[in-house]
Protein backbone atom coordinates (compact mmCIF):
# COMPACT_ATOMS: atom_id res chain seq x y z
CA UNK A 1 0.00 0.00 0.00
CA UNK A 2 1.06 3.48 -1.23
CA UNK A 3 0.86 6.34 1.57
CA UNK A 4 0.90 9.96 1.05
CA UNK A 5 2.15 11.99 3.59
CA UNK A 6 0.90 15.80 3.63
CA UNK A 7 3.24 17.30 6.63
CA UNK A 8 3.26 20.78 7.85
CA UNK A 9 6.83 20.42 10.13
CA UNK A 10 8.43 23.84 9.95
CA UNK A 11 11.05 22.34 12.03
CA UNK A 12 11.39 18.26 12.04
CA UNK A 13 9.17 17.08 15.12
CA UNK A 14 5.96 16.48 13.46
CA UNK A 15 7.92 14.87 10.22
CA UNK A 16 9.75 12.62 12.86
CA UNK A 17 6.81 11.66 14.36
CA UNK A 18 4.86 10.88 10.73
CA UNK A 19 7.86 8.93 9.51
CA UNK A 20 7.89 6.86 12.61
CA UNK A 21 4.12 5.93 12.08
CA UNK A 22 4.15 6.04 8.02
CA UNK A 23 7.40 3.60 7.39
CA UNK A 24 5.52 1.21 9.96
CA UNK A 25 2.47 0.64 7.46
CA UNK A 26 4.77 0.93 3.95
CA UNK A 27 7.59 0.66 1.99
CA UNK A 28 6.46 2.99 -0.07
CA UNK A 29 5.52 6.83 1.04
CA UNK A 30 5.69 9.84 -0.41
CA UNK A 31 5.58 13.20 0.79
CA UNK A 32 4.05 15.87 0.24
CA UNK A 33 5.37 19.40 2.17
CA UNK A 34 2.94 21.57 3.23
CA UNK A 35 5.57 24.18 4.52
CA UNK A 36 6.16 24.83 0.83
CA UNK A 37 4.62 28.14 -0.07
CA UNK A 38 5.02 27.78 -3.72
CA UNK A 39 3.29 24.77 -4.33
CA UNK A 40 0.69 23.86 -6.68
CA UNK A 41 -1.41 22.10 -4.13
CA UNK A 42 -4.41 21.14 -6.36
CA UNK A 43 -2.17 19.59 -8.16
CA UNK A 44 -2.11 17.31 -5.56
CA UNK A 45 -4.69 14.45 -6.31
CA UNK A 46 -5.00 10.63 -4.71
CA UNK A 47 -7.14 7.06 -5.64
CA UNK A 48 -9.49 6.24 -3.64
CA UNK A 49 -7.40 3.38 -2.66
CA UNK A 50 -4.17 5.11 -1.14
CA UNK A 51 -3.66 5.75 2.00
CA UNK A 52 -2.72 9.04 3.82
CA UNK A 53 -1.38 10.59 6.71
CA UNK A 54 -1.87 14.16 7.41
CA UNK A 55 0.00 15.75 10.32
CA UNK A 56 0.41 19.30 11.73
CA UNK A 57 1.75 20.47 14.61
CA UNK A 58 -0.84 22.08 17.30
CA UNK A 59 -0.11 25.85 18.00
CA UNK A 60 -1.92 27.16 20.71
CA UNK A 61 -4.50 24.55 20.76
CA UNK A 62 -4.88 24.93 17.07
CA UNK A 63 -3.94 23.61 13.20
CA UNK A 64 -1.66 26.23 11.78
CA UNK A 65 -3.88 28.07 9.45
CA UNK A 66 -1.59 28.02 6.39
CA UNK A 67 -1.64 24.00 6.81
CA UNK A 68 -5.45 24.36 7.11
CA UNK A 69 -5.20 26.56 3.74
CA UNK A 70 -3.14 24.13 1.89
CA UNK A 71 -5.03 21.42 2.32
CA UNK A 72 -8.12 22.49 1.40
CA UNK A 73 -6.90 22.43 -2.30
CA UNK A 74 -6.25 18.90 -2.08
CA UNK A 75 -7.99 16.27 -3.73
CA UNK A 76 -8.96 13.18 -1.27
CA UNK A 77 -11.07 12.03 -3.36
CA UNK A 78 -12.05 9.40 -0.53
CA UNK A 79 -9.28 8.10 0.10
CA UNK A 80 -8.94 7.20 3.72
CA UNK A 81 -6.71 8.97 5.83
CA UNK A 82 -4.77 8.94 9.49
CA UNK A 83 -4.94 12.28 11.65
CA UNK A 84 -1.91 12.81 13.48
CA UNK A 85 -1.66 15.83 15.95
CA UNK A 86 2.11 16.70 16.94
CA UNK A 87 2.79 18.43 20.21
CA UNK A 88 5.18 20.12 22.70
CA UNK A 89 4.03 17.98 25.50
CA UNK A 90 1.20 20.87 26.91
CA UNK A 91 -1.59 19.99 25.10
CA UNK A 92 -3.22 19.48 21.75
CA UNK A 93 -6.72 21.16 22.78
CA UNK A 94 -9.00 21.69 19.55
CA UNK A 95 -6.17 20.74 16.97
CA UNK A 96 -7.05 17.45 16.35
CA UNK A 97 -11.16 18.14 15.63
CA UNK A 98 -9.97 21.21 13.40
CA UNK A 99 -8.04 18.65 11.50
CA UNK A 100 -10.76 16.34 11.58
CA UNK A 101 -12.71 18.85 9.34
CA UNK A 102 -10.55 19.87 6.84
CA UNK A 103 -9.24 16.67 5.70
CA UNK A 104 -13.08 16.00 5.11
CA UNK A 105 -13.46 19.09 3.71
CA UNK A 106 -10.84 18.21 1.59
CA UNK A 107 -12.72 14.63 0.59
CA UNK A 108 -11.02 12.20 2.74
CA UNK A 109 -12.60 9.38 5.03
CA UNK A 110 -10.61 9.51 8.42
CA UNK A 111 -10.21 6.27 9.68
CA UNK A 112 -7.60 6.49 12.56
CA UNK A 113 -5.78 9.64 14.60
CA UNK A 114 -2.78 9.95 16.69
CA UNK A 115 -2.07 13.17 19.39
CA UNK A 116 1.90 12.53 19.68
CA UNK A 117 4.50 14.47 21.78
CA UNK A 118 7.69 15.87 20.14
CA UNK A 119 10.41 18.24 21.46
CA UNK A 120 9.34 21.66 22.07
CA UNK A 121 9.75 24.10 19.00
CA UNK A 122 10.14 26.79 21.09
CA UNK A 123 11.32 25.92 24.53
CA UNK A 124 13.30 22.98 23.24
CA UNK A 125 13.81 21.49 26.69
CA UNK A 126 10.43 20.49 26.77
CA UNK A 127 9.90 16.65 25.76
CA UNK A 128 13.64 16.97 24.45
CA UNK A 129 14.71 13.71 22.39
CA UNK A 130 10.80 12.80 21.92
CA UNK A 131 9.55 10.54 19.70
CA UNK A 132 12.18 8.65 21.63
CA UNK A 133 12.22 4.53 21.79
CA UNK A 134 9.15 3.96 23.94
CA UNK A 135 7.01 6.45 21.18
CA UNK A 136 8.66 4.41 18.63
CA UNK A 137 7.24 1.07 20.11
CA UNK A 138 3.68 2.74 20.80
CA UNK A 139 3.66 3.94 16.39
CA UNK A 140 4.60 0.44 14.96
CA UNK A 141 2.55 -1.40 17.70
CA UNK A 142 -0.34 1.31 16.46
CA UNK A 143 0.55 1.06 12.74
CA UNK A 144 -0.62 -3.10 12.95
CA UNK A 145 -3.47 -2.05 14.30
CA UNK A 146 -4.07 0.32 11.71
CA UNK A 147 -3.36 -2.84 9.51
CA UNK A 148 -5.69 -5.04 10.55
CA UNK A 149 -8.70 -2.16 10.51
CA UNK A 150 -8.05 -1.72 6.74
CA UNK A 151 -7.23 -5.51 6.03
CA UNK A 152 -10.83 -6.53 7.30
CA UNK A 153 -12.21 -3.24 5.28
CA UNK A 154 -13.43 -1.00 8.65
CA UNK A 155 -13.50 2.34 7.39
CA UNK A 156 -15.54 3.63 10.55
CA UNK A 157 -14.60 7.19 11.58
CA UNK A 158 -12.84 7.34 15.42
CA UNK A 159 -14.23 9.76 17.96
CA UNK A 160 -12.01 12.50 17.61
CA UNK A 161 -11.78 14.95 20.67
CA UNK A 162 -11.58 18.61 20.72
CA UNK A 163 -14.82 21.35 20.81
CA UNK A 164 -16.50 23.18 18.17
CA UNK A 165 -16.28 26.08 17.93
CA UNK A 166 -12.62 25.69 18.17
CA UNK A 167 -10.98 28.20 20.93
CA UNK A 168 -9.83 31.58 19.53
CA UNK A 169 -6.59 31.39 17.86
CA UNK A 170 -3.52 33.41 19.34
CA UNK A 171 -0.50 34.04 18.57
CA UNK A 172 2.61 33.91 20.62
CA UNK A 173 4.38 37.33 19.27
CA UNK A 174 7.28 34.97 19.42
CA UNK A 175 9.53 36.61 16.63
CA UNK A 176 13.03 35.45 15.66
CA UNK A 177 15.52 38.28 14.95
CA UNK A 178 18.58 38.30 13.21
CA UNK A 179 21.83 38.89 15.36
CA UNK A 180 24.96 40.51 14.05
CA UNK A 181 26.03 37.22 12.58
CA UNK A 182 23.52 36.98 9.58
CA UNK A 183 25.08 37.13 6.39
CA UNK A 184 21.52 37.92 4.33
CA UNK A 185 22.19 34.67 2.41
CA UNK A 186 18.51 34.15 2.68
CA UNK A 187 17.50 30.45 3.44
CA UNK A 188 15.34 31.76 6.07
CA UNK A 189 13.58 33.58 3.90
CA UNK A 190 13.53 31.26 1.14
CA UNK A 191 12.16 28.54 4.25
CA UNK A 192 9.47 30.63 5.46
CA UNK A 193 6.32 28.45 5.08
CA UNK A 194 4.42 31.88 5.65
CA UNK A 195 7.22 34.62 3.38
CA UNK A 196 7.24 36.39 6.98
CA UNK A 197 10.87 37.56 5.76
CA UNK A 198 11.59 39.52 3.45
CA UNK A 199 14.15 37.72 0.63
CA UNK A 200 15.71 41.41 -0.53
CA UNK A 201 16.57 42.08 3.39
CA UNK A 202 16.72 39.33 5.69
CA UNK A 203 16.52 41.67 8.73
CA UNK A 204 13.23 42.35 7.93
CA UNK A 205 10.32 40.37 9.14
CA UNK A 206 6.36 40.64 8.83
CA UNK A 207 5.28 40.16 12.24
CA UNK A 208 2.00 39.97 11.33
CA UNK A 209 2.30 37.07 8.86
CA UNK A 210 5.07 35.28 11.49
CA UNK A 211 3.50 31.84 13.26
CA UNK A 212 6.71 31.48 15.26
CA UNK A 213 6.83 28.53 14.34
CA UNK A 214 10.71 28.40 14.42
CA UNK A 215 11.88 27.06 11.27
CA UNK A 216 14.41 30.11 10.54
CA UNK A 217 16.01 29.34 13.38
CA UNK A 218 16.48 25.39 12.85
CA UNK A 219 17.30 26.22 9.07
CA UNK A 220 20.26 28.95 9.73
CA UNK A 221 23.47 27.88 8.89
CA UNK A 222 25.27 29.99 10.93
CA UNK A 223 22.62 30.33 13.94
CA UNK A 224 22.49 33.83 13.70
CA UNK A 225 18.34 33.94 14.15
CA UNK A 226 17.32 34.24 18.16
CA UNK A 227 14.67 34.82 19.89
CA UNK A 228 14.29 37.39 22.74
CA UNK A 229 16.34 35.87 25.85
CA UNK A 230 13.70 37.30 28.20
CA UNK A 231 10.33 36.19 26.01
CA UNK A 232 12.41 32.75 26.02
CA UNK A 233 12.83 32.67 29.42
CA UNK A 234 9.08 34.11 30.54
CA UNK A 235 7.64 31.09 28.07
CA UNK A 236 9.98 28.75 29.84
CA UNK A 237 8.09 29.96 33.37
CA UNK A 238 4.92 29.75 31.92
CA UNK A 239 5.31 26.21 30.40
CA UNK A 240 7.32 24.89 32.93
CA UNK A 241 4.49 23.60 35.66
CA UNK A 242 2.39 21.95 32.80
CA UNK A 243 4.95 20.64 30.19
CA UNK A 244 7.54 19.23 32.91
CA UNK A 245 5.34 15.89 33.86
CA UNK A 246 5.87 13.03 30.75
CA UNK A 247 2.35 12.98 28.39
CA UNK A 248 1.93 9.82 26.59
CA UNK A 249 0.84 9.60 22.69
CA UNK A 250 -3.02 9.26 22.34
CA UNK A 251 -4.44 6.90 19.90
CA UNK A 252 -8.09 6.67 18.27
CA UNK A 253 -9.25 4.05 16.31
Same mark, same amino acid.
Given at each position: ?? *???????????? &??? #?? !?? @?? =?????????????????????????????????????????????????????????????????????????????????????????????????? *???????????? &??? #?? !?? @?? =???????????????????????????????????????????????????????????????????????????????????????????????????????????????
Amino acid at each position: MK *ITQLLFSPTGGT &QKA #AD !LL @AH =ALSDSVQTVDLCDSQAHFSEVSLASDDLALIAVPSYGGRVPAAAIQRLAAVHGNGAPAILMVVYGNRAFEDTMVELEDATKQAGFRIVAGVAAVAEHS *IVREFAAGRPDA &QDQ #AQ !LI @AF =AARIQEKLAAGHLTEPAIPGNRPYKKAGGTGMVPKPTKDCDSCGLCAKSCPVQAIDPNDPHKVDQHLCISCMRCISVCPRHARKLNPLMLTAAHAMLKKVCSDRKENQLFL
